[in-house]
C-alpha cells in the first residue's frame, strides 16, 4: 500500500493576478523636495486620501506635518505651510474614513489631535486643532479610526493602554475616553479590525498576538509562540485569519498565518531574508491580494491569500534601487480603474526627499471597466454613527461601485441634500452654481426660482463674490492663484470621468450591434 504524501512543490495555479506589476510614477508625478521626519518609529509616516496627502515632517521645536493636494506634485516649496500644533514630534497620522477633510494625528506630546482640513488645502501654518483627546500619560504611538463607525478613534500609548475615543460631542477638549483598554504589558506596535469592526488585534512588545472585543475590551484570545516574535498583524477581512510579520528565533524575517478562531498554533509559518528592517503588510480584501514591503528595502513582494492550503500562493516581486521608509496607501474610491490599478502605494524614499506614487496594474487589453477585478468595495459613508456603535450594534461597511460616472450622480445627490459639512465644500458650490446657471438658461424654473435667484450671492472659487476682496499683496494673489488652479483640476476630473463613461457606453452600443449582425447571419 503506498501513503500519498502532500507535496509543497509550486503548481500551475489560475489567477486573475498571476501578472499584476508594480509602475513607479514619472518624475513630474512625484513629491520632491519633501523634507521626511528622521523618527525611528516603525510607523508609515504618511497618509493619503483622494484629495490629499498627509506626510510627517522633520521639523526643530514641536511636530508637524504637510498635508499636500493630491494633484500638487513636482517640487515641493521648501516653505509649505504645515499642521503643527503638537509640543513634540507627531508619530502617526490617519484620515478619517468618512470625511476627506478630516485627520487625525498623535504626537511624543501625549495628546490626539484631530483636525478640520480646508477644502483647499492648508495655506497657512494650522495650530487649532478641531478636537485635543487628553488621556494618555505617555507619548501616544499609534492611532486607528474604527472602519464602519463614524468618529470612533483608537490610540495606543508608551503607557501600555488603548483608548477608545468619541468624537461625536460638543466639548473641544476631551479628556475621557469611552473605554480603556488594559490587557497589554508593554507597548502595542501595531492595530487591525476585522471588516465590521466587531473584532481587533494586536501585537505587543511582549511577542503576544491578541484578538479583542473593541467596544467592551474584553480578551478572546491571545498567542504566544516562541518560534515567531509578530511585529505586524492584519485582520484578513472575512476569511477568520490573522497575517502577522515580525521574526523567527534565528531573527530572519518572517511572516505567519493564524486560524482566527485558534491562536494556540500558526497555521503557516514562512521564512522570508535574513534582513533586519520591520516588514509592513498591506491586504487588499476585494482582490485578496498581500503586498509586503520592508522597512529599509527597496522590494515588495506580493501574494495570493486563500481559504484553502497552501493558504499563501507566490505572484511576483517589485524590485527598485530607492529603499523606502514608510508607505501610504490610497483607498479605493482613488484609483485609476480605466488603466486596472488595483491597488497604489505612496513610497517615502528619505535619501532623495522624494514621495513617489507606485501602482500595482493587472495588464488587460481592453480599455472597457473591468467588473471582474473591481467588486463592490467599502465607500466613504459610515454604516453606523458612533453612538450606534457604543450601544452594542454592529455592521458591515456601506458598499460602492468603482465604476466611472456612478460616484459623480452620488456627489451629485450629496450636493442636493445639503447636508453635513460637505455642503461648504468648494468643488460642490462651484458644480451647484454652474448647474442652477444651466437650468436658469433652458428657462426650466419658474418665476418663485428667479426670485430665489437673485437673492442668491454667485460663487467664485467657493467664496461668495460678495466677500471676495481684490487681493492686495503678491502672496494673497498667489493663494487666489492657487485656489483658481484646485478648482480647475477638479471640474477637469468631473469631465474625464463623464468622457470615460461615454466611451464606455459607446463601446458597449458598438458591441451589441456586432452581436446583433452576427446573430443574424
Request: proline letters at 4%.
Given at each position: 500500500m503506498t501513503v500519498s504524501k502532500m507535496t509543497w512543490r509550486p503548481?500551475?495555479?489560475?489567477?486573475?493576478?498571476?501578472?499584476?506589476?508594480?509602475?513607479?510614477?514619472?518624475?513630474?508625478?512625484?513629491?520632491d523636495g519633501v523634507p521626511i521626519t528622521c523618527s525611528v518609529q516603525d510607523n508609515n509616516f504618511c497618509a493619503v486620501n483622494?484629495?490629499?496627502?498627509?506626510?510627517?515632517?522633520?521639523?526643530?521645536?514641536?511636530?508637524?506635518?504637510?498635508?499636500?493636494?493630491?494633484?500638487?506634485?513636482?517640487?515641493?516649496?521648501p516653505h509649505q505651510p504645515r499642521v503643527s500644533g503638537h509640543r513634540g514630534n507627531v508619530l502617526?497620522?490617519?484620515?478619517?474614513?468618512?470625511?476627506?477633510?478630516?485627520?487625525a494625528s498623535c504626537s511624543e506630546d501625549t495628546t490626539v489631535k484631530v483636525w478640520d482640513i480646508p477644502p483647499h488645502g492648508v495655506l497657512k501654518n494650522l495650530t487649532v486643532p478641531w478636537k485635543e483627546l487628553q488621556g494618555h500619560s505617555r507619548r501616544v504611538g499609534l492611532i486607528e479610526w474604527h472602519p464602519t463607525a463614524n468618529n470612533i478613534l483608537f490610540s495606543t500609548a508608551y503607557d501600555y493602554k488603548v483608548m477608545i475615543w468619541n468624537l461625536d460631542c460638543p466639548e473641544q477638549v476631551i479628556k475621557n475616553p469611552?473605554?480603556?483598554?488594559?490587557?497589554?504589558?508593554?507597548?502595542?506596535?501595531?492595530?487591525?479590525?476585522?471588516?465590521?469592526?466587531?473584532?481587533?488585534?494586536?501585537?505587543?512588545?511582549?511577542?503576544?498576538?491578541?484578538?479583542?472585543?473593541?467596544?467592551?475590551?474584553n480578551l478572546l484570545q491571545e498567542a504566544n509562540c516562541k518560534t515567531h516574535k509578530a511585529g505586524k498583524v492584519l485582520i484578513l477581512g472575512n476569511l477568520k485569519m490573522l497575517l502577522t510579520t515580525g521574526t523567527s528565533r534565528w531573527n530572519d524575517r518572517q511572516m505567519a498565518l493564524w486560524d482566527q478562531d485558534d491562536l494556540s498554533v500558526p497555521l503557516l509559518q514562512e521564512n522570508l531574508d535574513?534582513?533586519?528592517?520591520?516588514?509592513?503588510?498591506?491586504?487588499d480584501p476585494d482582490t485578496h491580494m498581500l503586498y509586503i514591503a520592508g522597512k529599509g528595502d527597496g522590494?515588495?513582494?506580493?501574494?495570493?491569500?486563500?481559504?484553502?492550503?497552501?493558504?499563501?500562493?507566490?505572484?511576483?516581486?517589485?524590485?527598485?534601487?530607492?529603499?523606502?521608509?514608510?508607505?501610504?496607501?490610497?483607498p479605493k474610491r482613488g484609483l485609476d480603474v480605466i488603466s486596472c490599478e488595483v491597488f497604489r502605494f505612496y513610497k517615502l524614499v528619505t535619501i532623495k526627499s522624494l514621495i513617489e506614487p507606485l501602482s500595482m496594474i493587472v495588464p488587460r487589453r481592453s480599455e472597457s471597466y473591468q467588473e471582474d477585478i473591481y467588486p463592490m468595495t467599502a465607500g466613504n459613508k459610515p454604516a453606523l454613527t458612533a453612538e450606534e456603535w457604543l450601544s452594542g450594534i454592529d455592521k458591515g461597511p456601506v458598499l460602492m461601485s468603482l465604476r466611472p460616472g456612478s460616484q459623480v450622480a452620488?456627489?451629485?445627490?450629496?450636493?442636493?441634500?445639503?447636508?453635513?459639512?460637505?455642503?461648504?465644500?468648494?468643488?460642490?458650490?462651484?458644480?451647484?452654481?454652474?448647474?442652477?446657471?444651466?437650468?436658469?438658461?433652458?428657462?426650466?424654473e419658474d418665476g418663485s426660482h428667479a426670485v430665489s435667484d437673485r437673492g442668491r450671492t454667485p460663487v467664485s472659487n467657493g467664496e461668495d463674490l460678495a466677500l471676495c476682496s481684490p487681493p492686495r499683496t503678491e502672496n494673497e494673489l498667489r493663494l487666489k492663484f492657487h485656489k483658481q488652479q484646485e478648482e480647475i483640476r477638479r471640474l477637469r476630473e468631473l469631465l474625464h470621468q463623464r468622457d470615460v463613461r461615454v466611451k464606455q457606453l459607446e463601446l458597449e452600443i458598438k458591441n451589441i450591434k456586432n452581436s446583433q449582425s452576427q446573430s443574424s447571419l
Open positions: 503548481q500551475y495555479r489560475s489567477s486573475k493576478f498571476r501578472h499584476v506589476f508594480g509602475k513607479p510614477a514619472t518624475k513630474e508625478s512625484c513629491y483622494p484629495r490629499f496627502l498627509a506626510v510627517i515632517t522633520e521639523c526643530a521645536g514641536g511636530g508637524a506635518f504637510l498635508v499636500l493636494s493630491i494633484h500638487h506634485t513636482g517640487k515641493v516649496d502617526d497620522v490617519k484620515w478619517n474614513p468618512f470625511n476627506d477633510f478630516c485627520i469611552v473605554r480603556t483598554i488594559s490587557h497589554h504589558t508593554d507597548v502595542v506596535l501595531s492595530m487591525s479590525f476585522n471588516t465590521d469592526g466587531s473584532l481587533f488585534a494586536t501585537t505587543c512588545k511582549d511577542r503576544k498576538v491578541r484578538l479583542m472585543e473593541p467596544r467592551s475590551g535574513g534582513s533586519s528592517g520591520v516588514l509592513f503588510p498591506f491586504y522590494n515588495m513582494r506580493y501574494y495570493e491569500i486563500s481559504s484553502e492550503k497552501p493558504y499563501i500562493h507566490y505572484l511576483t516581486e517589485y524590485r527598485s534601487h530607492l529603499p523606502q521608509k514608510g508607505m501610504g496607501v490610497m452620488e456627489s451629485y445627490s450629496e450636493m442636493s441634500k445639503g447636508t453635513g459639512r460637505s455642503q461648504n465644500r468648494p468643488g460642490m458650490l462651484q458644480l451647484a452654481y454652474i448647474q442652477d446657471q444651466k437650468q436658469t438658461k433652458d428657462g426650466k
